[in-house]
């Protein structure tokens, strides 16, 4: 087959003279290697510098053909492209002695050379290929096409020819012989590189000559040797010590996997010497406990107590604690004389779902440095190799990479890929030979690394961060592994995979293996490596005693930037909200101020201008006017404000118009970001399409920075349910499992007008469902100066709390939902619930109380207005938690008689009635109310969220008003009570 396909030299030589067509051109690569040339002949510079060179040279040797060669003094040195000149030198100089000059050898020689370039391309691209990755070595490569030098042309009688290849593997000649050795050692060992997707040409070409000038292998010294060897010892032993001392208990160990450990401090070290001042660390639960005691340094007396069935933190600090695969820690490293503060964040089962948590964390810390260049912070996520293939959120994080509100200056994922997902094998979990595909999307690169091999993992660790310091953009290592237990320990694996836990059972471990590489070269003999084991099993010996007694003394949070901070306490916690009135009427100036060169929509010219009179006369504040109000004065104070939605800028509803854009550069200008010179920075970012993400990374941030107003806004409300498992397993339960304060916002647009059941409700009910033990706040506010001092709030008491707001839509533009200046300025704050003394109606006299929240409050008041039923007060419950019981009684106290109503505009099972209604009944009877319990009135139990029908939608709310106010249907006025 193959003397069918190659002809001989000879023959090969002279139909190179006369004609490419029955060359290697016309082979498996004829058809791209004419449309490259057909691109290049209408286009040189529309093709790849180094396929320019080929058709320049080929061009080149028809010219000598007719007028003989003509040396010159130039020699390419770009990385894979052919010189015309050095090639022809070289041929002169093999064919010299006998006098064999010509063409053809010339044209031979050429493509010799070019085809042995493609080969070595092919190699770069798809060497990982043929790369031994598995240290259980279940399935044996197979040769890839492009890798075997025959599809190129060469035959068998072609290996030991030199070949011109200008420096290509650091080579200027060499046989096809040396040339495959060097590019399976490099490309095919145990380190398998994919960088050819990158786009970039500096990055590309810095993997390639980073890798190839040492053929892929850092040549450790003994001391760094004997460094991995301890860490591996340190990992192995933690796992095999806690497997013999609780046998069968969950503990989701890092058997298999033992060489994450060397590979983060390599990680860490090198970092450090390139400015690394700071990691944050996000995991699952598979080797969590290593990664905190081998890593963070986590006393393992501590961890001992913890499997004893002590909690984790003293006894008085509260909290429902969890379990111990879960919590974080920080701690603070030193490496080479230089500190590195190094924290691990809690992260729930949900696996993935911590990944945009660590880059916003990461984000907040960089902005604290003042880290510009995003080099003293990284962000390190360990990840399982189904979870990173198979979850969304994975993808939705590396979307940030680049993005200007969220870039972080790149994050190093390593895969622990274990081959298995529980129970389930890559086969069926993935579509790609890899789980690292989804990483090319931002064209990270990839190393792929045999975990039996330690030193290929720290070597791969150590290009990644440099990488990652160079470039400031992710990179991957997919280290495989193996898991030698279940997906527990007390799980039976080979009920599922018999085959792979044959081969695991009879497998030495990474230890094991590489302390027999270092015996044979003589870096330990052998009592010298297992006395590194006996002195790690004897500390751990004294450590397992002391746990025994170990009692935590201090909890592991209100520390660093949050010094200073309490748990939540007392009553009404309105803290200092309010703002001299100067303050904000300068500010009301400020930040409606176009700058002269800029040309804005007209109508953003009116909106504008209403703004500023508005504040100057004192009276018409809108909501988005009190909102930027709220902003400004934040940031006056030192606060910074952050904002991310998928539409903030602007807002969904055109209301909040906190960038400006010229109308005929399209410059984009914030002026909340430029009111004083020493005033805190202003974020106002329209974020990707997508949820959970944002969401995450928004409450990450909010983790790191306590100082800083952090909200995210859905663009609809029900747009929040995409990030449910952020709000279920972070936001409202954080600080209980993992005593871990944070203050994110969430707005969430809320209210029934008519537009169908999507983007009616922001499932109030599924919040209010997680309230409890003070763990979050939940508003519906009416005003905007209740929304004023409802985010100023956030920031002016000595703790912290996630708020999440129902928005408006409506109501944005409601003439009459407005605030005067006044009720923001001196003396005033956050009221939690709204009552009418200050209207026409009877306050302590009246007959008939409707408690209601948030927009249907408008509904109720336009009719009883229009009735003139003003024995009839309709009280606000600005706050639904924490619940203001306290002024509820004050206002039910005074009329004990009256008819008590709670209305509400979503159906009977979703809204806020299945929650306060016990809260109603207990204030109730407190305040001696002769009624038992609160009379609902409302839309019924339903199925969806609201009606896609208008004249439903007006039937219903209509029906649910009179209702709520006791009006006959037919006549419109009050009914007998």
């Not at 009135?581 to 100036?589: A, E, F, S, T």
């Not at 709220?630 to 209301?655: H, I, K, W, Y």
């Not at 533009?813 to 605030?819: E, F, G, L």
């Amino acid at each position: 087959m193959r003397d069918s396909v190659t002809p001989n030299r000879d023959e090969a030589d002279h139909q190179n003279a006369d004609s490419l067509d029955s060359s290697f051109l016309s082979g498996a690569n004829a058809t791209f290697i004419a449309e490259m040339s057909e691109a290049w002949r209408q286009n040189p510079r529309g093709v790849d510098a180094s396929w320019a060179r080929y058709f320049e040279q080929l061009d080149a040797l028809d010219e000598i053909e007719e007028k003989g060669p003509s040396w010159g003094n130039g020699s390419s040195r770009v990385v894979g492209a052919i010189d015309p000149e050095a090639s022809i030198k070289a041929v002169a100089a093999a064919h010299k002695s006998n006098g064999n000059l010509n063409a053809g050898n010339m044209r031979a020689a050429t493509l010799d050379s070019l085809r042995a370039v493609m080969l070595i391309r092919a190699y770069r691209i798809r060497g990982h290929l043929l790369a031994q990755l598995d240290p259980l070595a279940l399935e044996e490569p197979e040769l890839h096409p492009e890798l075997d030098p025959e599809t190129y042309g060469f035959g068998e009688d072609d290996w030991d020819r030199p070949i011109f290849i200008n420096y290509v593997l650091g080579l200027e000649t060499a046989t096809l012989r040396e040339i495959i050795d060097v590019l399976r050692k490099t490309y095919c060992g145990t380190i398998g590189v994919e960088f050819m997707h990158i786009q970039d040409p500096a990055q590309k070409a810095w993997i390639q000559e980073r890798i190839e000038a040492i053929g892929n292998r850092t040549d450790f010294t003994i001391k760094g040797k004997q460094a991995i060897y301890e860490r591996l010892v340190d990992a192995e032993e933690f796992e095999r010590y806690l497997h013999k001392k609780y046998t069968g208990t969950k503990r989701f160990g890092m058997d298999g996997a033992e060489a994450v450990i060397p590979a983060i401090e390599q990680i860490l070290k090198r970092g450090n010497q390139l400015g690394l001042g700071e990691a944050v660390i996000g995991m699952a639960h598979r080797g969590r406990l290593n990664v905190l005691h081998n890593v963070l340094s986590k006393p393992f007396r501590a961890i001992i107590s913890e499997f004893l069935g002590n909690p984790a933190n003293p006894e008085d600090v509260g909290g429902s604690g969890d379990v111990k695969y879960h919590m974080g820690a920080s701690a603070d490293r030193v490496f080479d004389n230089s500190p590195v503060h190094l924290s691990l964040a809690p992260n729930p089962s949900h696996l993935e779902i911590v990944d945009p948590v660590v880059v916003g964390r990461v984000r907040a810390k960089q902005q604290q440095r003042d880290d510009h260049d995003r080099t003293e912070v990284l962000g390190i996520l360990l990840h399982g190799d189904a979870a990173f293939a198979g979850q969304g959120v994975v993808g939705e994080t590396f979307a940030f990479s680049d993005l200007r509100g969220y870039r972080t200056g790149g994050t190093i994922h390593i895969i622990v890929n274990n081959q298995i997902g529980f129970t389930t094998s890559p086969s069926y979990s993935r579509s790609s030979p890899y789980p690292t595909d989804v990483a090319k999307m931002v064209m990270a690169p990839i190393f792929h690394v045999n975990g039996d091999d330690p030193e290929a993992v720290v070597h791969t660790a150590r290009i990644a961060i440099e990488f990652r310091q160079a470039f400031n953009t992710d990179v991957v290592i997919d280290m495989f592994c193996y898991r030698r237990f279940g997906h527990n320990e007390g799980d039976e694996p080979a009920f599922t995979q018999p085959l792979m836990y044959k081969a695991i059972g009879q497998h030495p471990s990474t230890r094991d293996i590489y302390a027999q590489k270092l015996i044979s070269e003589g870096v330990f003999d052998k009592a010298g490596a297992q006395k590194v084991i006996d002195d790690r099993i004897k500390h751990l010996d004294e450590e397992f005693e002391a746990g025994t007694s170990y009692r935590p003394n201090k909890a592991d949070w209100l520390e660093g930037m949050w010094s200073g901070m309490r748990t939540a306490h007392g009553d009404v916690r309105r803290g200092e909200t309010a703002v001299d009135i100067d303050v904000l009427r300068k500010l009301g100036v400020d930040m409606n101020k176009v700058p002269d060169h800029m040309r804005i929509n007209s109508k953003l010219t009116r909106i504008l201008k209403a703004r500023a009179d508005n504040i100057e006369k004192g009276s018409g504040i809108d909501w988005s006017t009190a909102e930027l109000l709220a902003f400004g004065t934040l940031m006056l104070e030192g606060n910074p404000v952050r904002l991310s939605g998928q539409d903030s800028c602007r807002g969904t509803f055109s209301q909040r118009h906190s960038v400006l854009v010229d109308q005929d550069t399209e410059e984009r200008f914030a002026p909340l970001a430029y009111l004083a010179d020493d005033q805190a920075p202003f974020e106002v970012i329209d974020s990707p399409l997508s949820e959970a993400s944002v969401m995450g990374f928004e409450y990450g941030f909010s983790q790191a920075e306590p100082n800083a107003l952090v909200m995210w806004e859905a663009q609809f409300g029900d747009f929040a349910n995409g990030a449910q498992v952020v709000v279920d397993q972070f936001i409202s339960s954080g600080e209980a499992k993992w005593l871990r304060m944070s203050a994110l916002v969430l707005l969430l647009p809320h209210g029934y007008e008519g537009q169908g059941p999507e983007h009616s409700s922001a499932r109030l009910e599924r919040y209010l469902q997680l309230c409890a033990e003070d763990n979050m706040q939940v508003v519906n506010c009416t005003t905007p100066a209740n929304y004023f001092h409802v985010l100023r709030r956030q920031l002016k008491r000595d703790f912290r709390k996630p708020l999440v707001v129902m928005t408006p839509k409506s109501l944005l533009r409601h003439k009459a939902c407005v605030s005067d200046l006044a009720e923001m300025a001196s003396g005033t704050s956050f009221h939690r619930v709204l009552d009418e003394r200050d209207t026409k109606v009877k306050h302590g006299k009246v007959k008939r109380i409707v408690m209601c929240s948030g927009k249907v409050y408008y509904d109720l008041a336009a009719a009883r207005d229009e009735a003139k039923a003003w024995d009839i007060e309709i009280l606000r419950l600005e706050q639904l938690y924490p619940f203001p019981t306290k002024a509820v009684i004050e206002a039910l106290e005074a009329v004990p008689n009256a008819k008590i109503i709670w209305c509400q505009e979503e159906p009977k099972n979703m809204g806020g009635w299945t929650f306060v209604r016990d809260f109603i009944e207990e204030a109730m009877e407190q305040a001696g109310s002769k009624q038992s319990r609160p009379i609902y009135a409302g839309r019924a139990a339903a199925a969806s969220p609201a009606t896609g029908s208008l004249s439903r939608h007006k039937l219903e709310q209509q029906t649910l008003v009179d209702d709520a106010l006791g009006f006959d249907k037919q006549s419109g006025r009050a009914a007998a009570e």
